[in-house]
């Protein structure tokens, strides 16, 4: 038995800055691997990509994390361009993947489900009903709410979404997600709307504003952790997920595992590529 299993595709990644092109494999499942990989918990990745790209799952698991990998047609390709405020970005997708079924995922057993979805087609809502009855599920939206045109991601709602989040326990949507899924323009109306659709925890995110995690009509303020240097926020929402539940697992009040998500997302935003941190060094910025 584990206690998180994020499920997910890993991406083949162009990252566009106003300093430098880089190249990396990215997506939820391994910016959320990375990070979690880094805590003490037990924690395995469900994910799918072409043969070419098997290396990426060789350094996760020369980290030490566990991983179960499903052959795809093709890797998820993203291209991600940057503005000089990192808030603002701008994607391309160039390539799909497979998407997950249920039969990859009888064997897995584990308290927590993270669901990943990059595209709306990446996780059926059959799948979710699936793990609902195996565990907790968390779902970062955002990959429901893209639509691909000519290869620009565009927002777009989710028809399946009343279906869909009965069975899923905690939401994780920044606020232009949130407007898009519930089509209220406050947030914390927004917020509320999910808490009727069924979800007990509702993350929002707001970049360098901070977050906010509504629960059982309780709203709680989340501060943004100033990071010393901003190099590159590819990943940080996925960071600080991995931050969150992490600390719920381990017990945490929402508060508490708030506050530990943002500082290790800050942690994160201060070097290119994945979390590279440690817990000491999370709490270091909470001190």
Not at 32 to 58: H, W
Not at 224 to 231: D, G, L, Q, T
Request: include cysteine; hydrophobic fraction near 40%; charged fraction near 20%.
């Amino acid at each position: 038995m584990y206690d998180i299993c994020c499920i997910g595709h890993i991406t083949s990644d162009k990252v566009v800055t106003t300093t430098a092109t880089l190249h990396m494999p990215g997506g939820t499942a391994y910016y959320f691997s990375n990070a979690i990989g880094k805590l003490d918990t037990r924690y395995i990745l469900v994910t799918k990509l072409a043969n070419a790209e098997m290396g990426y799952v060789d350094a996760l698991h020369a980290q030490g994390i566990k991983v179960e990998a499903a052959e795809s047609t093709h890797t998820v390709y993203f291209e991600n361009i940057y503005a000089e405020n990192q808030d603002d970005r701008t994607q391309n997708v160039l390539q799909t993947a497979d998407p997950f079924t249920v039969k990859e995922l009888q064997n897995i057993n584990t308290r927590v489900f993270h669901l990943g979805p990059l595209l709306a087609d990446d996780i059926p809502v059959d799948v979710i009903k699936f793990l609902a009855a195996k565990g907790r599920v968390s779902l970062d939206v955002q990959g429901y709410l893209r639509k691909v045109v000519n290869h620009k991601v565009y927002p777009t709602d989710w028809p399946e979404k009343k279906e869909a989040l009965q069975y899923v326990n905690i939401v994780k949507a920044d606020e232009a997600e949130l407007q898009a899924l519930t089509g209220r323009a406050n947030p914390r109306e927004g917020a509320k709307q999910l808490a009727d659709w069924g979800v007990q925890e509702i993350v929002i995110t707001n970049g360098s504003q901070g977050s906010f995690i509504y629960s059982d009509g309780v709203f709680y303020i989340i501060p943004a952790y100033r990071p010393k240097i901003i190099v590159d926020a590819t990943g940080c929402g996925d960071t600080y997920m991995a931050g969150y539940l992490y600390r719920r697992t381990k017990g945490a009040s929402i508060q508490q595992a708030g506050e530990f998500a943002a500082a290790m997302a800050s942690l994160k935003m201060e070097s290119p590529g994945p979390f590279t941190g440690t817990e000491h060094d999370v709490m270091a910025v909470l001190r």
